[in-house]
């Protein structure tokens, strides 16, 4: 339905220009869509987690003091809690997955060469993901509240579908953890998710 908004909330109408015009037509204009996408990914991640017998939360908020732009603590999409699935990598803290989606055709993405360079819009994101939390790391310190009891694992996938390096080792790390779970139980080792 596209052709029958007349404004955004930006004021911005889609005949504006020829660029506007596609980003209305193809739905990338607002982002809802990819809200609509990353929620989606999160709650399939909370499956994988809930089917190999993980301690973990959903959109858990309050892990750092400092407000978002839009005046939320930043949370973990999933948290995985401390002693559970990842205590060989991560021994003694909780690991935040954080999911984010991103466009490779954006203009930021493009100006990164991700046209000639895979999965550069993944890496640049995973890489700003990271930025923040050794940001609220260090403001955690200069605040007396010592090291932050967790570590961020950024799950970047970009909008053609492309897994960041990260989240490959991760998903494959995933894969691992539930067929050793199938076999251990003797159930037999299945497809995994």
């Known amino acids: 339905y596209w052709d029958t908004v007349r404004k955004c909330k930006r004021e911005l109408v889609p005949n504006l220009d020829q660029h506007t015009a596609l980003s209305f037509k193809t ?93 550069a819009a993944a890496g640049n994101r995973h890489d700003a993901k990271l930025s923040t939390h050794r940001a609220a790391q260090r403001q955690a310190a200069q605040d007396g509240f010592g090291p932050l009891p967790f570590d961020k694992a950024p799950i970047v996938i970009e909008t053609s579908g492309a897994f960041s390096n990260f989240t490959q080792k991760w998903f494959k790390k995933m894969v691992k953890i539930e067929k050793s779970q199938q076999a251990w139980n003797g159930t037999g080792v299945f497809t995994s998710r």
């Open 27 to 119: 739905g990338r204009y607002s982002k809802t869509w990819r809200i609509r996408i990353h929620n989606c990914i999160r709650d399939k991640i909370a499956a994988m987690y809930s089917a190999v017998r993980a301690n973990y939360g959903v959109e858990v908020r309050g892990l750092y003091r400092q407000l978002t732009s839009y005046g939320d603590h930043k949370p973990a999409d999933v948290l995985v809690h401390a002693g559970s699935v990842h205590q060989d990598e991560y021994p003694g803290k909780a690991l935040a997955l954080d999911v984010a989606i991103t466009d490779p055709t954006t203009v930021t993405a493009l100006g990164l060469n991700s046209h000639q360079r895979p999965l």
